[in-house]
């Protein structure tokens, strides 16, 4: 009974905490990604996109949001120029993650559908599936909650008016 209690308890604290398994980055490792772009400059083409590629992983996982706002512009400048399969759906991936961090969450749902339509069992994009879908639903409830108590206390101040006129 105690372990049924502790899940329920645990499920409700990561309801409202809004947890989700996208991994975050630091600055020290945005500075990394950028010294290898700054070193990659000139050495080669796929060099310098493989540098350009890992920023813009670090920078979309960033608990910055102007990291974040600077890795999506990154990624939209360079989704044109993949042609390859398998470099697109990283890249409208790593997209979808910015979008999702940024809390442009029907943009980024968009952009993990194309994923998916590029590769329907890919595991990392299911999952960031689930997790904007889990989201927006949680958003939709707390929604719900605050229209409801706005509703009660409306009602409750008329009914408290009309009492006190009586």
């Known amino acids: 009974m105690e372990a049924k209690v502790g899940k329920f308890f645990d499920s409700v604290g990561a309801f409202f905490s809004g947890g989700d398994q996208i991994p975050w980055c630091d600055r020290d490792i945005i500075a990394g990604c950028e010294r290898k772009v700054a070193e990659a400059n000139g050495v080669s083409k796929e060099h310098m996109s493989e540098s350009i590629m890992g920023l813009s992983w670090a920078l979309v996982h960033s608990r910055q949001p102007e990291d974040v706002q600077r890795g999506i512009a990154m990624l939209e400048a360079s989704v044109a120029g993949f042609d390859a399969p398998v470099e697109k ?3 409208l991936y790593l997209l979808a993650v910015g979008y999702y961090r940024s809390g442009d969450y029907s943009r980024s749902r968009q952009l993990v559908e194309q994923c998916l339509e590029i590769a329907p069992d890919w595991r990392q994009a299911l999952t960031l599936k689930k997790v904007i ?3 927006i639903a949680k958003d939709g409830v707390i929604g719900i909650g605050i229209a409801a108590t706005a509703v009660g206390l409306i009602a409750g101040g008329i009914a408290a008016a009309l ?4």
Not at 163 to 166: A, D, I
């Open 133 to 135: 879908e889990d989201h």
């Open 163 to 166: 009492t006190r006129k009586n």
């Open 89 to 91: 759906r990283e890249n």
